[in-house]
């Protein structure tokens, strides 16, 4: 299988919504994401997205279908995210399962206070006590 790893224009946006549908129904904003796939014959097979706040920038969307797991997708749509995003800072709400592999990429944990506040608002749900929701802060600091 021929496999590409690139950004998606914002006329593909429609192709991660597609395979987020596996992944609580993600919709894209073309305004303030980026987001990066791995395309297997033309098939995107793994996504991730970078997203714009007024005060940071956040990665979520790492997401491979269930079908495609095990063969490394997600790390390289990851690396190619953070060669295009990573000369900034970025912050994520990983998995408890996840922390790991983040860190393998250069990420670390941090207190929730940490994260700024338009970033850690998406969780506000968890109201102070996100491993509780399974969801660690981490971050990336700029290269």
């Not at 979520?60 to 269930?66: L, Q, S």
């Not at 295009?84 to 860190?103: D, K, R, V």
């Not at 968890?126 to 929701?133: D, L, N, R, W």
Request: charged letters at 30%; one cysteine or more.
């Amino acid at each position: 299988m021929a496999e590409m790893i690139r950004e998606l224009t914002k006329d593909e946006f429609y192709l991660a919504e597609k395979i987020w549908q596996e992944y609580r129904g993600q919709r894209a904003d073309s305004s303030k994401e980026r987001i990066f796939g791995v395309f297997l014959d033309n098939d995107l097979v793994a996504t991730s997205r970078c997203t714009r706040h007024l005060d940071g920038l956040e990665m979520d969307c790492v997401f491979t279908p269930e079908r495609y797991r095990g063969g490394g997708y997600g790390r390289k749509s990851v690396q190619a995210l953070l060669d295009a995003c990573g000369n900034e800072t970025i912050y994520i709400h990983s998995t408890l399962p996840l922390i790991a592999f983040y860190t393998s990429l250069g990420f670390e944990r941090i207190p929730e206070r940490g994260m700024p506040q338009t970033i850690r608002d998406r969780f506000i749900f968890c109201f102070g006590e996100m491993e509780g929701c399974n969801a660690i802060p981490m971050v990336r600091k700029e290269r």
